[in-house]
């Protein structure tokens, strides 16, 4: 009998068809950088930054030189697990460690501050647990699920990555940085908890131990686990996000290195890059040990433009801790090796992160998939966060869901080589920081601002990518039609989308200058000994005791800048400017100082000054001839003195600062 039974099932075993690897579900695994710009690879055109296994990718992979992201994290996040642009989803800025709101707030306030023109959009800072996420979809479809690392999409349980489709979590707090890069994660070496840091499941590993590379040991748990079934493997790293802590022996090689190109010398940035690209490489090894290569779906992407401005960790609480222990110290650290640099540099892209530029929002994308992808081939398709939904359900065969609404479009055809996208054009809106939406559409890309900002007077921004990457030219003036028709394809975005366009404040009072208004005529102009008085076709300048001076810690800049003053000084006298930088802790008693004269005249008249600022800006002020009288200021204006273009301006002929 037990013989009759083992034939049988042997002649079942041989009946049955074997299951070649291009008939299982492919495994699909989403590689996510934090911060990391277009130039910041090898295989994107750094010759500072060393990424060997980025490169090892990029041979076996499609490279995307037009992908884009949303200028800051959350909101990207958002885009890759519902498919949606974020105006529709809600989530708009990096708020997600904040507490939820209400389910009866109001996004788009009825009011705003007095000295404000215009009701601007509140983001959400959770996703909506109505969403259908790709998580959900894929695990619905038999697929095993799980997240390392980043969340940022919501800070209480409710909201966390095992409430949106994840069946393996390992993450801390929702914070867009770690609490530490640095074992222990959840408590400071000081002993004390950290409250609302210690959130999600992270355990500390043993002393020292850095987060990039333990997030790399649990995903790669996870795949040990499901190796022998489909799964889904968001590995989304802190790195290379403030707070910079980093590998010092890493950091002492680089900081020996210089750049052919004159552009990219942070020492930490590299040492942190070098970090994430172990993690890569030891990614793809235990795919190729495994023999999964062959059947994976493998996206390297980033979920912001590289930081291109901020040096020190966005969190003050943090940074006042690692002050107080200087094993775990970012800021006296990263003083050390990398001065008053900003993290990393987009050049030639213009900007960085939180803009709506082209190096806030253009990043790193590769795609590969043995057998369907050609190995080292490139693509120019505009693609975004919002099409890595549709093309990973298009790539393992799982359909959509109908009540899961999804802007994105399926880029497979693209990455095999067999047809095009059907998409006209690419949208971003951004409406935090500098508020803007932007619309790409071949080759050209339109800004529209919601108001004049200071250091963008112009509210309309067209540029020719292809002859123009860096964004230096603005051709609005002289292509009205292209602009008409770009602005039309915003109006049907925000209309199609639901996006909360900024609508006029019913409460704006343009004479408000109370309370360090956020865009009123004396924002971030400090009066000190000194009283300043909007007039008409200006501001008035008295002194109010020794040494009157205009102090600002607005203009940030790198290098150099020029000053140009529109004054009218019926007496006349000498004047100066003395700065600081974001590095030093007080303004040195020589050395970086430039004077300069008003002539004595009852008409307006110009004063440029070069103020041969050397790193980071940190603080100017501006001493006026005003002891002996009142002086009218028209406009005060920092420019690049590299560029000439405008850093921060105050122009109060037009009662707006």
Not at 219 to 230: G, S, V, Y
Not at 274 to 288: A, P
Request: aromatic fraction near 10%; charged fraction near 25%.
């Amino acid at each position: 009998m037990i013989r009759f039974v083992s034939a049988l099932l042997l002649l079942v075993v041989i009946g049955l068809p074997a299951v070649s690897a291009s008939e299982q579900r492919p495994n699909v695994v989403l590689f996510l950088v934090d911060d990391m710009g277009w130039m910041d690879s090898e295989p994107y055109g750094s010759k500072f930054y060393e990424t060997p296994n980025m490169t090892r990718l990029s041979q076996q992979s499609m490279r995307f030189t037009n992908a884009y992201a949303v200028p800051l994290c959350s909101p990207t996040r958002a885009s890759i697990l519902t498919g949606q642009y974020s105006s529709r989803h809600g989530i708009t800025s990096a708020s997600g460690h904040q507490p939820p709101r209400p389910a009866d707030f109001e996004y788009l306030p009825k009011t705003a501050k007095p000295n404000q023109k215009l009701r601007m959009p509140i983001s959400k800072n959770y996703l909506d647990l109505e969403q259908y996420t790709l998580a959900e979809a894929l695990r619905d479809a038999g697929y095993r699920t799980g997240h390392f690392g980043k969340w940022h999409l919501g800070l209480t349980a409710p909201h966390r990555p095992d409430k949106q489709g994840f069946e393996t979590v390992w993450h801390c707090a929702p914070d867009p940085g770690p609490p530490s890069y640095f074992s222990p994660y959840g408590v400071f070496p000081d002993g004390k908890p950290t409250g609302r840091h210690h959130v999600g499941n992270i355990t500390d590993g043993p002393e020292g131990e850095h987060i990039t590379d333990r997030l790399t040991d649990e995903a790669l748990k996870f795949i040990d686990a499901h190796q022998d079934e489909p799964f889904y493997l968001n590995l989304w790293h802190y790195s290379v996000h403030g707070p910079w802590q980093h590998k010092e022996a890493y950091t002492a090689e680089f900081a020996k290195k210089q750049d052919p190109r004159g552009e990219q010398k942070n020492p930490v940035m590299a040492s942190m890059l070098r970090n994430v690209d172990e993690s890569l490489g030891r990614i793809l090894d235990k795919l190729d040990q495994l023999k999964l290569s062959e059947n994976t779906l493998f996206i390297f992407y980033s979920d912001n433009g590289g930081n291109a401005h901020s040096w020190s960790s966005e969190d003050p609480k943090i940074q006042k801790i690692n002050e107080k222990h200087p094993k775990y110290a970012t800021i006296q650290s990263y003083r050390k090796w990398a001065g008053g640099e900003p993290p990393t540099n987009n050049a030639p892209l213009r900007e960085g992160k939180g803009r709506i530029y082209e190096g806030g929002q253009r990043v790193p994308l590769m795609v590969r998939w043995p057998g369907h992808i050609q190995p080292g081939s490139t693509s120019d398709t505009i693609v975004g966060p919002i099409d890595v939904y549709p093309t990973i359900l298009d790539a393992v065969k799982v359909k959509r869901n109908p009540e899961q609404v999804i802007d994105g479009e399926s880029i497979l055809p693209v990455l095999e080589q067999k047809g095009e996208m059907q998409r006209t054009a690419w949208f971003t809106w951004f409406p935090h920081l500098i508020p803007a939406v932007s619309v790409r559409q071949g080759d050209w890309k339109l800004i529209r601002r919601f108001e004049p900002h200071p250091k963008y007077p112009e509210v309309r921004e067209l540029y020719n990518l292809k002859a123009d990457i860096g964004e230096t030219q603005n051709l609005a003036a002289t292509h009205p039609d292209k602009v008409k028709a770009l602005d039309a394809l915003i109006d049907e975005f925000v209309k199609e989308t639901g996006a909360l366009y900024p609508q006029p404040n019913p409460a704006f009072n343009p004479r408000t200058t109370g309370g360090a208004p956020q865009r009123g005529p004396l924002h971030g102009l400090v009066p000190k000994f000194s009283k300043l008085t909007l007039v008409e076709g200006g501001a008035r300048m008295e002194a109010d005791g020794r040494s009157p001076f205009l102090g600002t810690a607005q203009v940030k800049h790198r290098g150099p800048v020029t000053l140009k003053l529109r004054v009218k000084s019926p007496q006349g006298g000498a004047g100066k400017v003395v700065w600081k930088t974001a590095v030093q802790e007080g303004f040195p008693k020589t050395g970086q100082t430039a004077e300069f004269t008003c002539k004595a005249s009852p008409n307006w008249q110009e004063v440029e000054v070069a103020l041969p600022v050397e790193g980071m800006s940190g603080i100017f002020r501006l001493y006026l001839p005003v002891s002996e009288g009142a002086l009218e200021i028209g406009s005060i204006e920092f420019r690049s003195s590299k560029t000439n273009r405008p850093v921060r301006v105050w122009d109060f002929s037009k009662g707006n600062g």
